[in-house]
């Protein structure tokens, strides 16, 4: 199996930089959110898809959460979404590029409805809560395709793929690689499996890898809300056009690269601000 390390030197700098344009021109990513005192982790997903450049922002909310996300948003845009039909009339808007759903949405059957009616949009990440919702239901799992992308922890690929997580287990310097290529095979879409050593795979076989480890050791990344942030940058990046493979490189190098220009201290918040520090070291320019 061939895996390509993912370094500043892999890069593709000029995808980050913007071309001329209107806003739309640069992406709409809608974000779902969790109910009332669940919308912390959306919001900052939210935050992580505007900062890396999309060019507009919305959270989807359940009418019962609206005020509290209203009054801690203010670039961000806001749209109610009660339910999947809801979703799925907001999906018609064609400019909406990228959704993201997962981060603290919920288990329930409203969150399940917004899961399926998700699968229509034209990129789409899936993260925490809807992983855990997909190794529930075969029908979310038979709607994936190639421009969805899933990033578990651990613990949610246990759930998702409980063999391939006890093979990632194993000894071999390449096991996590394996199990990631293996899902992404099963499940039809990009697969990014997070940690210290971050690994990445497409259906057709591509794997990447992403080595949070020695020089760039960033064990401060192991703070709540981290994962959100690197969905919401994925999302970004998916919205702006970027391919998944290289949305979720991208992503991963970016992320950690934040936390490292941070340093000890860093709380999941912080991380979509110290993006334009990181994009103005990257000399990303105006395309
Ligand atoms: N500020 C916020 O609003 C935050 C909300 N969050 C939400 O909180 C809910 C629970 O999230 P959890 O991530 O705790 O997931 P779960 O509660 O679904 O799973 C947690 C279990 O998975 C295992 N696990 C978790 N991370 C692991 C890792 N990196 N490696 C191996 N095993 C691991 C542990 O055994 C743990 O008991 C989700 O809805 C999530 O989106 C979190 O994302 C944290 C931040
Ligand atoms: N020790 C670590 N070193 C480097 N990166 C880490 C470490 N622990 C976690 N991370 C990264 O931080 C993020 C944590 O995401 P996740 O486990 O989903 O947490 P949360 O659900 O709280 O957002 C992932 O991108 C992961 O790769």
Known sequence: MQISQITRDTLDVTLLGKKPGHKYDHGHALVLSGGPGKTG???MAARG??????GAVTLGVPPAAQLEVAVQVTAIML?????GAALADVLKDNRISALCL??????????????????????????ADALTLMSQDAEIC???????ILTPHMGEFARLAPDLAEAAKA????????AAREAAARFGCVVLLKGPETVIATPEGHVRRHCATHDRA???LATAGAGDVLAGFITGLLARGIDPLEAASMAAWLHAEAALTHGPGLIAEDLPDLLPQVLRALNVQAA
Not at 79 to 83: S, V, Y
């Open 218 to 220: 960033t064990p401060w």
């Open 41 to 43: 982790a959306a919001r």
């Open 102 to 127: 997962g981060p603290a949405l919920g288990l329930g059957a409203r969150a399940a409805g917004l899961v399926k009616a998700a699968l229509a949009a034209p990129s789409v990440v899936l993260d």
């Open 142 to 148: 038979a709607g994936l395709h190639p421009r969805c």
């Open 171 to 178: 000894e071999r310097p390449s096991a996590k690689a394996w």
């Open 79 to 83: 749209e109610r979404i009660p339910d």
């Open 49 to 54: 898809a505007l900062r890396i450049g999309a």
